[in-house]
């Protein structure tokens, strides 16, 4: 006769090398008020959107991505991004006049940690040149495409599980 498994829960001391589930935040440990008032600010900055953002909008409205879509003035995490696609993990940032440098760099750097890659682009160069822009923003899509196909094959080769050949039994 065989054994048969069966389910087994785990004892809080099996467990305990997992993280806990932050329920703040959506995931992001950013309080419920905290993230309304991004909410809210972001629906400002959509109301009354720069020359810029409205070009880039209109072209991103008129454009055909497929599957994948931009969003403006969305939340991700504690930030606001001009544009982001959640299906590549990617925000476009469009640098205005006067902007802070220092903290669009950290903010950078906290959305890279999570894996969100963000594209810096000039508010002039979408005015005055949008075909090039666009150009830079399609390559950074095929880029940010090829590395969720690497990341995805390395995954499956790494979990697959073994199976025994034909002629090794």
């Known amino acids: 006769m065989t054994d048969r498994k069966t389910l087994q829960l785990r004892t809080p001391s099996e467990t305990a090398d997992t993280p806990a589930l932050k329920k703040k935040?959506?995931?992001?440990?950013?309080?419920?008020?905290?993230?309304?008032?991004?909410?809210?600010?972001?629906?400002?900055m959509r109301r009354h959107s720069t020359e810029a953002h409205k070009v880039l909008a209109e072209r991103f409205a008129k454009a055909d991505l497929g599957r994948y879509k931009f969003t403006r003035h969305a939340v991700v995490g504690s930030a606001i991004v001009d544009f982001n696609c959640h299906l590549l993990g990617m925000a476009i940032a469009i640098d205005e006049d006067g902007a802070d440098e220092a903290l669009a760099k950290r903010r950078d750097k906290s959305l890279e940690a999570v894996?969100?890659?963000?594209?810096?682009?000039?508010?002039?160069?979408?005015?005055?040149?949008?075909?090039?822009?666009?150009?830079?923003?399609?390559?950074?899509?095929?880029?940010?495409?090829a590395d969720k196909q690497d990341a995805r094959r390395a995954h499956r080769v790494?979990?697959?599980?073994?199976?025994?050949r034909r002629d090794d039994a």
């Open 158 to 164: 790494n979990s697959a599980p073994r199976r025994p």
């Open 115 to 145: 894996g969100i890659r963000v594209m810096r682009i000039k508010a002039r160069d979408i005015i005055d040149n949008i075909d090039d822009v666009l150009a830079r923003i399609t390559a950074g899509m095929r880029m940010r495409i």
């Open 25 to 44: 935040g959506r995931g992001w440990e950013i309080s419920e008020k905290r993230l309304d008032a991004l909410h809210e600010r972001a629906r400002d």
